[in-house]
């Protein structure tokens, strides 16, 4: 059915985000869109990459940041944790040192004693690359972490463990078994935190999907296809029924119901005829269009969306990791402590103990488990939140949500389901309820209207009589004979037709801004149809418990103040922001941070993107839009809005286990360093290397154990 506003003369319609012309997945982006893809992908905002931070492909301990998302990451320290596994094992079983350590003796073979050497260097020049590399990178920066910390743990290992095989020092620095260990952890530790890390479609693509493969120029009286980069200015296309339109223009023949929620967010489609300008990426739902060409490339609306979230994502501040934190000032913990070390044992006359006290504490000093702390956290939480629906995209987002003091709800396809349900029915006196909606649902029954297929679905329970010459008329509504009678749906323009004034009582429905629809049968009034954006019974709930937890909640929307405060007061909203246009949605959000609040924005469309990008924690839900949900950090699998308190309890049970680990992992390091160091040497302590190593391997089992106490958590709405 093809109607104008049908509500010509109402408030702005209920919307909902997505239509089931373009829910499914969008085409890969291809070179042709390569004027709309204009920004660099290199220059997005990293999912781990802080606002400070090199953008380099190893800055720090997320030096691996800016291409952490990519499989290839993955596997590259998957396949690499693995080989040093297996080289591990002989390297730590043919150490003296660890023999010694477990009470067993090794075999008097010749070639033995250099199976720890041989092995032990290809672990630490294969193995060790990605440590060594990233702390030239933390020393460049000047910023020094993780990375430098391991690589100075065993590159000092490495050092004298061949020293003292070669036997220049004292056998009691024979590390290699320590420097396998140490290597191995690492790696497992990076391992699981790129596979925590990995990130899906970005919003840039997805952007440029929404651009069609083929455009139809019209040349003269030929129809001629070409790529949508090869249209300029002024060009003139023909846009098919259900085709997108290539690029930005305005109508110079036809009028069509556009489908524009993939770049307003706002389901209703809407009627443009000769003289309007309509939007790259846009749909014509029902008639063909001709169009001249007045933007294209990077100076089309969609470009300047892309552009809005790629700023959004570079402007968005990050918090340094805890974790990065935590090392930098081990590692001047670690250095402070070798140095007071060695001035030490020097003063007192005991040099060779000065060295091997020493390279002791700086082996010590590596934080096994700290670099377990943090990925196993997240591994877990993230695996948790999987299975309750929530997948997070950026373990920075997750961390942050403990911290949001708001929350920002798109109202259409959020709050409320996003399509138009019929919500009351007003018949004339002459017809009962059950008859005034089957016969709407026999006359809307050939019809593929978002309205009709609402009309036909609340009259499901209903004997719906069979209809013959249906016609539509586009602005007016539908027409069809039911049992002999002619039964006529539409809004405002059909009674304006027919010269029918409008039903009694009907004024109220339009105040709450709903969607009425008359029924006139062989042109007298029959009653009258309301439909609206039904709110979901869930939103209720969300609210009731975000408020519970200290959080305000907001309502952004397109649509008029009146319903949008409608909505607001039925599920107990705080604050609402009406009448906001799509690319202004960003700027409402920046708004209340600059107020001192902590955002979190939730919304489903392409004219979200750019607001949950902006947002210190941008979450899409799950049935939106690719843009939306690739320009989010936490993803809704399900439109459940209640599953956002299930994200923040993740946020601070998880945030709790690391502050936790951190302690166990850092506390392992404040104690054995010191002993190490020598502090109780006066009263006859020293702790051997041995016991410096099964505090070790405490340390990381804890770690480990305490990161499996998240697996408790329940994270189902309720």
């Not at 590399?133 to 590159?155: F, H, K, N, Q």
């Not at 490495?158 to 790696?187: K, Y």
């Amino acid at each position: 059915m093809s109607r104008d506003d049908h509500t010509a003369h109402q408030p702005a319609a209920p919307s909902h985000a997505h239509h089931e012309d373009h829910t499914g997945h969008p085409q890969a982006a291809q070179p042709m869109r390569e004027e709309v893809a204009a920004v660099a992908h290199d220059e997005r905002h990293g999912h781990v990459m802080t606002s400070t931070q090199p953008q380099t492909p190893q800055a720090g301990h997320d030096g691996h940041a800016g291409h952490g998302g990519h499989a290839g990451h993955v596997e590259r320290f998957r396949r690499l944790f693995w080989v040093m596994l297996v080289l591990a094992v002989p390297v730590v079983a043919t150490s003296g040192m660890f023999a010694m350590l477990l009470g067993y003796e090794l075999p008097d073979l010749a070639w033995l004693p250099w199976v720890s050497p041989v092995l032990g260097t290809v672990m630490f020049v294969w193995g060790g690359a990605p440590f060594l590399t990233g702390a030239v990178e933390e020393l460049r920066s000047r910023r020094p972490g993780m990375m430098l910390l391991i690589a100075l743990a065993i590159s000092v290992a490495f050092v004298a463990s061949w020293l003292s095989t070669l036997g220049v020092v004292a056998h009691e620095l024979d590390f290699w078994w320590e420097l396998a260990l140490l290597i191995v952890i690492m790696l497992l530790g990076h391992w699981i935190e790129m596979r925590s890390l990995a990130q899906t479609t970005s919003a840039l693509d997805s952007l440029a999907a929404l651009l069609p493969d083929e455009a139809e120029r019209v040349e003269g009286n030929d129809v001629v296809p070409v790529t949508p980069a090869d249209l300029r200015v002024d060009d003139v296309v023909l846009v098919r029924p259900g085709a997108r339109v290539p690029a930005d223009g305005a109508i110079i023949d036809g009028t069509a119901e556009m489908d524009e929620s993939m770049v307003t967010g706002e389901s209703r489609t809407v009627r443009r005829t000769a003289g309007d300008n309509v939007v790259a990426g846009t749909v014509a739902t029902d008639s063909a269009l001709r169009l001249r060409v007045t933007a294209v490339g990077e100076n089309t609306a969609l470009a300047g969306i892309q552009r809005l979230v790629l700023e959004a994502q570079n402007s968005s501040s990050r918090a340094q990791r805890l974790a990065d934190s935590a090392a930098a000032l081990l590692f001047w913990f670690a250095l402070g402590a070798a140095a007071i070390t060695a001035l030490v044992w020097s003063i007192v006359g005991m040099p060779d103990a000065a060295v091997i006290r020493t390279i002791t504490v700086l082996v010590i000093a590596c934080p096994h488990a700290l670099g377990l702390a943090i990925p196993l956290v997240v591994s877990i939480a993230t695996e948790r939140a999987a299975r309750g629906g929530i997948l997070v995209k950026d373990r920075l987002a997750l961390e942050s949500m403990r911290t949001v003091s708001t929350v920002v709800f798109d109202k259409t396809g959020t709050l409320t389901k996003g399509q138009p349900t019929v919500t009351d029915v007003r018949p004339a006196t002459d017809y009962s309820r059950d008859e005034l909606l089957a016969m709407a649902a026999a006359a809307e029954a050939d019809s593929e209207h978002p309205l009709a297929r609402a009309i036909v679905a609340a009259a499901a329970h209903l004997a719906v009589p069979a209809a013959t010459d249906f016609t539509s008329s586009p602005a007016v509504g539908v027409r069809a004979s039911v049992g002999g009678h002619t039964v006529e749906v539409g809004g405002p323009n059909l009674l304006h037709e027919r010269g029918v004034a409008e039903l009694d009582g009907v004024e109220q429905w339009r105040t709450q801004g709903a969607i009425i629809l008359h029924v006139l049968v062989d042109g007298h009034p029959a009653g009258a149809l309301k439909l609206a954006d039904e709110i979901r019974e869930e939103s209720r709930a969300a609210v009731r418990e975000l408020h519970d937890r200290g959080v305000d909640v907001v309502m952004i929307t397109g649509d008029a103040e009146a319903v949008a405060r409608a909505v607001a007061a039925e599920i107990g909203i705080d604050r609402v922001l009406a009448g906001v246009r799509p690319e202004d949605k960003s700027a409402k959000v920046a708004e209340l941070q600059r107020e001192g609040r902590t955002v979190a924005m939730v919304g489903d469309g392409v004219n979200d993107a750019p607001a949950l990008a902006q947002a210190d924690v941008g979450i899409a839900i799950g049935a939106g839009t690719d843009v939306a949900i690739a320009s989010a950090g936490v993803i809704l699998a399900s439109d459940d809005p209640r599953s956002v308190v299930s994200v923040i309890d993740l946020s601070s049970a998880s945030y709790r286990k690391m502050k936790q680990n951190l302690w166990w992992a850092a506390g392992y390091n404040l104690i054995s360093v010191p002993l190490a160091a020598g502090v109780l040497a006066p009263i006859g302590f020293v702790m051997p290397m041995s016991v410096g190593a099964i505090l070790m391997s405490l340390s990381t089992i804890v770690v480990a154990l305490n990161a499996q106490l998240l697996r408790r958590l329940d994270l189902r709405p309720r």
